[in-house]
């Protein structure tokens, strides 16, 4: 059975809407896509951070890491 979608209207700032706009480009998705990625990104990230885990970048050549504070 199909999930019952709902539509919705989002208000991006120009830099907001720039970005989404690169990111389509560069993924080759819609605007729909790149958001339900970001937001199940989102969600993974929260779920694991509630469970007392930390988020790093680490700089493959330096090896420095740098915390992700999630709001």
Known sequence: M???KKTMTLNLTDAEMGALEELCVKKDLSKTAVLR???????????RVERGA?????DEQT???AEVMML
């Open 37 to 47: 990625q970001a937001l199940r990104l989102y969600q993974a990230v929260e779920t």
């Open 54 to 58: 930390k988020l790093f970048f680490e």
């Open 63 to 65: 090896k420095e890491k």
């Open 2 to 4: 199909a999930a019952v």
